[in-house]
């Protein structure tokens, strides 16, 4: 693709994500009281962002800066328009997935898989005991998710095994030939 054409579809996708803006905040003022439209906000400021900044968004800086500062406005919300419910942390906790990923893609899957079942296992218990701290519910998400760094461990596992087989193999086929 050439250096005109990305630029254009850059600014395409800018026009676009104002578009649709602007759209949403007429039909919001037209159409409600509740300014619903300030939920919105963030998603069409981080899609004309990221058609400006394209690959520099995997820069781990980068990311937490931005996802702070999304997740501050979305807090502020919560605590202005909505402040019965915390819901706020759902949204943080989805949110934060796109640094963390961003962090740990160089570690390796295992760290990436160990480090997001801590992550929900925090978030489960979180909202258990937000919402009923009465009934413990939050284990059987725990459970489900304990399979995701489990598979990673043992597909390495295997996958190192069958490497160090063919390695060895190898190894006694070339000793033999000599």
Same mark, same amino acid.
Not at 137 to 146: L, M
């Given at each position: 693709?050439?250096?005109?054409? *990305? /630029?254009? +579809? ?7 994500s104002i578009?649709? &803006?602007l ?6 003022i037209l159409?409600?009281s %509740? ?7 963030p998603?069409?400021? =981080?899609?004309?962002?990221? /058609? &400006?900044? $394209?690959?520099?968004?995997l820069?781990a800086? +980068?990311? %937490?800066? #931005? $996802?702070s !500062? @999304?997740a501050?406005?979305y807090?502020?919300?919560?605590? %202005? #328009?909505?402040?019965?419910h915390?819901? /706020? +942390?759902? @949204?943080?906790f ?6 963390? $990923?961003?962090?740990? !893609?160089?570690?390796?899957?295992? !760290? &990436?898989s160990?480090f997001?079942?801590l992550? /929900? ?6 909202v ?14 725990i %459970?489900?998710v ?5 598979? =990673? ?13 063919t390695? *060895?193999?190898?190894?006694e086929? +070339?000793?033999?030939?000599?």
């Amino acid at each position: 693709m050439t250096v005109k054409k *990305i /630029s254009q +579809l850059r600014l395409f996708s800018i026009a676009a994500s104002i578009y649709v &803006l602007l759209f949403l905040i007429l039909n919001n003022i037209l159409q409600t009281s %509740f300014p619903w439209v300030l939920f919105c906000i963030p998603a069409f400021a =981080i899609w004309m962002i990221a /058609s &400006l900044l $394209t690959r520099r968004m995997l820069s781990a800086p +980068l990311a %937490f800066t #931005l $996802t702070s !500062a @999304v997740a501050a406005y979305y807090a502020a919300l919560n605590v %202005f #328009l909505a402040p019965n419910h915390p819901w /706020s +942390l759902y @949204v943080i906790f989805a949110l934060l997935w796109y640094p963390f $990923t961003v962090w740990l !893609a160089e570690k390796g899957a295992l !760290a &990436l898989s160990i480090f997001g079942f801590l992550w /929900s296992a925090a978030f489960y218990i979180t909202v258990n005991l937000i919402t009923t701290p009465n009934v413990i519910w939050a284990i059987y998400p725990i %459970f489900a998710v304990f399979w995701w760094p489990l598979s =990673i461990f043992f597909f390495g596992r295997k996958r190192r095994e069958k490497h160090e087989v063919t390695f *060895i193999r190898s190894s006694e086929q +070339l000793s033999s030939n000599r």
